[in-house]
Nanobody, 115 residues
Framework: VQLVESGGGLVQPGGSLRLSCAASGFTFSNYAMRWYRQAPGKERELVAHIGSAGSSINYGDSVKGRFTISRDNAKSTVYLQMNSLKPEDTAVYYC?????????WGQGTQVTVSS
């Protein structure tokens, strides 16, 4: 299993970013996917969850109404559209999958929200 995140960077408050996670090594369309984040000195927290077919979606309370998770099973990729970014969204964002045999994480992508 390999998960490769991209799309992070530095953005001003109120701005937007779109993260991508390219998956390989497993049948992507069979499994739910998640985005987590971890800020310095804080525990890793769940940001968003999407079911295998894209019909079951949940968000962490802190990002509801601002972030949107989606997936393209043909491209084996999950996305996180982040709008109205706040300084408290600054963190390393990780892609995650549990295949029933393995729990796998990507290497993470840094998102920094600062003026």
């Amino acid at each position: 299993v390999q998960l490769v995140e991209s799309g992070g960077g530095l953005v001003q408050p109120g701005g937007s970013l779109r993260l991508s996670c390219a998956a390989s090594g497993f049948t992507f369309s069979n499994y739910a996917m998640r985005w987590y984040r971890q800020a310095p000195g804080k525990e890793r927290e769940l940001v968003a969850h999407i079911g295998s077919a894209g019909s079951s979606i949940n968000y962490g309370d802190s990002v509801k109404g601002r972030f949107t998770i989606s997936r393209d099973n043909a491209k084996s990729t999950v996305y996180l559209q982040m709008n109205s970014l706040k300084p408290e969204d600054t963190a390393v964002y990780y892609c995650y999958v549990y295949t029933g045999r393995n729990r796998s994480w990507g290497q993470g992508t840094q998102v920094t929200v600062s003026s």
